[in-house]
């Protein structure tokens, strides 16, 4: 008999071979020829195994949207964790790093959710997100601590939602542009973050 881990696993193979199938045929011939036939003609299933797993093409960018959203943050807490006890800039800078290089790294999967049209783009639509997990939520804490340790200047309460937007939108130019293959891509990383955090800092205030 099989193991509800086995079924489990074997579930999320099939979802992961839909999605790398998605981005593939988005990639070669856009979002507008994708469909739930040519998935299954690439994978070598049925149209009906296909809708077992998602109701139509939008829910599959959907998942391919929440699984770069979860890498973002696995990536972002890591980088937080090996910070060790330093300060909240030093907390922050590694942080928005960690996004950019992050989304960097989904770069494939980011073009396919962009030319998708879709709104909710690298981040998970019409389910809510764990405290933990939430990344406005964990900037909201550290420019919080930073303002009450006066390393931070007074911020705007939407401040956090302003330089994710920020971040985002600098990834997304680099990767339509390929600016994230090239030598200069660590360089761009570290000067951009640079102009952000030092915005931030009280003595600029």
Known sequence: MISRA???KE???MKNAIMDAAI????????????MRKIADTIEYTPTTIY??????SDIVDGISRKIYDKNISDVKAALDGCGEVSEDK????????LLYSLADCAKMGSAVISSGT??????????????DNGILILNHLLLQGQQKSIFRKLDENMSWMLVTALIGFALDAIENQLHIKEEWTHL???????LVY????KNG
């Open 11 to 13: 579930k999320e193979n």
């Open 24 to 35: 593939k045929i988005i990639a070669e011939e856009g979002y507008e020829k994708l469909s």
């Open 189 to 195: 990383v570290e000067t951009y973050v640079e102009m």
């Open 199 to 202: 915005g931030l800092l009280l």
């Open 52 to 57: 077992s797993y998602y109701k139509d093409k």
């Open 119 to 132: 709104r909710a783009i690298f981040g998970p639509s019409g389910e809510s997100i764990p405290p933990e």
């Open 6 to 8: 086995r079924r489990e």
């Open 91 to 98: 907390k922050v800078d590694a942080a928005f790093k960690a």
